[in-house]
């Protein structure tokens, strides 16, 4: 086998590698002899287990040292116990003796004050038996809890029981928890955003579980308030809300259907007109109110304030002068003027002149100064109305008297072209005859006219009998053609009613009654308008004139806010002679409660109708339209279309209410329930067709009550979690929402409160291994003897009877302490002797064995020992191939450079796979042999290099 190497010295390593064995074995041999620990590190097997037992060993001496802490505290709490009962044996003995009726008031009293001083020692005792400062019989140092061993209550799924932050009471209570009926408010948290603000109900009537509620239409029928005979109709596509319905009138045309065989085109109005039946008609313009000028024959008449030429007479077309009178008493046996110019320079008409004072005279003055007088045949009586009329012709000459219309007198006058009047200015006047140039100063003649004047007519023009026959008994209107003056008096004045101006002033007396004298009939003046009139439903009308004439014309009746357009004036006085009606029909308008408005218009004679808002989803149907209308015209009333509320329950069917959106209070009494809502217009929005859940728990009273029967009651709603603090006792008792006071509740259900001082009393802060010190406060008010006393033997009778039960109550306290120190006493041992255990456990496994650890130190040294020398001599082999290197580097050298490049590698990759690959002999005992063979072989190498360099030197 060979044994150089050139990249490595595989017996120095292995040398190398069995001396780190003895070497790693004499460390932890050492290790463990210096600790004495067989286990020390992590790697050593046991350490967890040896922790382990470690703090286990700890834990049961340091309860060990507690248990003995608590003995020495139990010790001097029983020692406490021996002395108050000592003195409470005492005072029983003092108060039986006090009981005996051979002891005096003054025994008795010394014997209380020795009573009073135990008691008072009772409570020193109990104050002063202490352990460390900590208070042992006074209760000041021990805690109330809850009992869970001895109490039920908290063993129900949902109820968790605690004591308040205050404390609890000692003592042991029992719980009735039962159903009560009362007005409470659902659990709305699913409704935010409904505007519903609580859901009241009653217990009595409703059933505590899950309801749903939802909003939605239904179609319908509603009414309006105030209007008869009407209803609503929706379907369930309607808006719901309020909505306002109003009739009014449009401005537009009327329903003329009735007046189509008249000359009536249109009747137009506007929106203010009354809706309803019209009546209209045609007549003859009447007449109007007539008025007649009264003097009284002596110093009253009427002053003309125009001259001649301004009063008629000179026209060369001749003269007619009319007038109607009534002469008065006495007025025949004068001369009476009734219009005059004076007749010296123009003309007079005068009544009673001359020798026939009860005829009429007329008398004239022509150009050439020539005066002709003349008087009528007919006599006029007294008291009677006359139509007289003078007429002079200028073509024949002629003068004529007429008497109602029929010619009085006929004369000629003056040769045929004569005019009257010679241009003079004068002044004229009604009632009075005058020769003065003046006629402010009322100089004249007496010729005053006594009785009534009407109708008094001047023309420039000579009519005729016919014409004035035509005239006399009608009004004139004034702007006849060729009347020059005209007065009717009708207004209260003597104004002239032509225009010329020939206006009249009442001078002295004379006068126009106010009253309407209807003693003489006259109509209207021919050629006057026609009149329309037009009467509204409530009866208000209107008379408008319109003119007689062919051809279109509009009538305004403004003050009814309507015309009427006419075709052809003059047939329509006979058309409409007798009334005929037409129709203003109103509309009615509906505005949803978004605003939107639509309108619908409707017969107003029609009984019966159906108007439809289609787009809104509504009909309305009335049988009384007249009724409807006079409700609503102009006067919204409002309608709501009802949203319905439906709530569901699971065990019931559903209930529906319908309600408006100015609603707060949504009824609904067959469930018990009472929706109350500050927006029902958000509550339709937010559960329209969309459902949403409320809670109606049941309302409960749980009772709590102590041992001498005190009671605490508090309410709370099922199935939500609830805290209720029983301050009384300074229990607490949280309900969750998943308490089911049916199938498992607290009814009957106790809590014991017991004071409590724990000590440890073994290795583990368990309860199962504490013991628990349980000693009330046995001081005099603990004892509940603090206001005992033996002054009397009733007093003392019952202090025996305290007493008796104190002495139990302080006895089982010393026996339970007693209880508490025997198992005191086990525990200790046992805890001794687990101890004990636990220790040789922990010595077996972490203390070292010093004998079996020297053995192994010796051997491991004597290993450590040889391997360093074997070591050493495989290091020396490195050195002899190191020798022979350096001796044959140069000749190896010449020979491989003569090898081509491929040769040399192939030669080299040789060489270190047979380095890599191949074993030496490592054997310690033929190193010597393997030594000799290795010098002589690398002689023999170092020959046949050489031979073989110089066969190649040859060669070439």
Known sequence: MNTFRINSNPTSALAYKNLSTPQFTLRTTLARLSSGLRVDRAVDGGVATDAQLTNQIQGMKQANTSAQQTNNLIQAAEDGLSDISDAL???????????????????????????QTLKDEVSQIANEARYKGIHLLNGTDYENQINAENSTADDVQGISIKELPTGARKGVYTLADSKIQASNRANISNLSGTAITEIRYNLSSVQPETYTINSQLNSGTTTVSGVAATEIDYASSAQIGDYTLRAKVEAGMADISNLLDTDINQISHSALVQPGTYTVSASKMPPPDNYVLSLDGTTDYVALDANQDDIGGTSSAGITVEAWIKPGTGSSSQKNI???????????????????????????????DSIHDMVGSTQLDEGQWYHVAAVYDPGAGKKYIYVNGELDGEANAYSAGSVLGTGVSRYGFIGVGSEASSFNANRGPAHWFNGLIDEVRVWDLARSQEEIQQTRNTYLTGDESDLASYWNFNDGTANDLTGN????????????????????????AQGSPDIMTVEIPDGTSETVSYTQTAGSQTVNFSNLNLTIDISDG??????????????????LEVTTPTGITREAGYQFNSSSQTLTFSDLSLEVNTDDTQAMTAALLNNAKTFTVPSTLVINSPNTTASETAYGLSDSVIDFSSLGLEVHTTNAQTTNITLLNSSRSFLVPETRRLIMTDESGIQQSLEYRASYNTRLDFSEF????????????????LDATRIEVSPVRSQLVRAEDSITRQLRMDVNNVTANGLEIENESIATVDYARAAIISLDSTINTVNSKKGYLGAVRESLTFAMS???NQTWNLGTSQANIGTADLAIEVAELAKNQILAQSATAMVTQANALSQNILGLINDGSMQLGSAFGMLSPTTQIRNLGASGSMIQDVNFATETINMAKAQILSDSHNAMFIQANISYIKALQLLK
Do not use: C
Not at 91 to 96: D, G, Y
Not at 512 to 522: F, G, Q, Y
Not at 570 to 586: A, D, H
Not at 730 to 745: E, K, L, M, P, R
């Open 89 to 115: 044996h005492r005072m029983r003995e003092l108060a039986v003796n006090s009981v005996s009726e051979v002891m005096n008031d003054v025994a008795r009293t010394n014997a209380n004050l020795e009573f």
């Open 338 to 368: 009734i219009i005059s110019t004076d007749r010296s320079e123009y003309w007079r008409l005068s009544y009673g002149f001359g020798a026939s004072r009860d005829r009429v005279s007329w008398s004239t003055t022509s150009s050439s």
């Open 501 to 524: 101006g020939n206006h009249g002033t009442l001078r002295g007396d004379a006068q126009i009654p106010a009253t309407v004298n209807n003693e003489i009939t006259l109509s209207a």
């Open 570 to 587: 003059t047939t329509l006085l006979g058309q409409l002679t007798s009334p005929k009606t037409f129709t203003i029909n109103p509309t």
């Open 730 to 745: 300074g229990i607490q008792s949280d309900i969750s929402d998943s308490y089911d006071s049916y199938s498992n509740g």
């Open 830 to 832: 046992d805890l001794v």
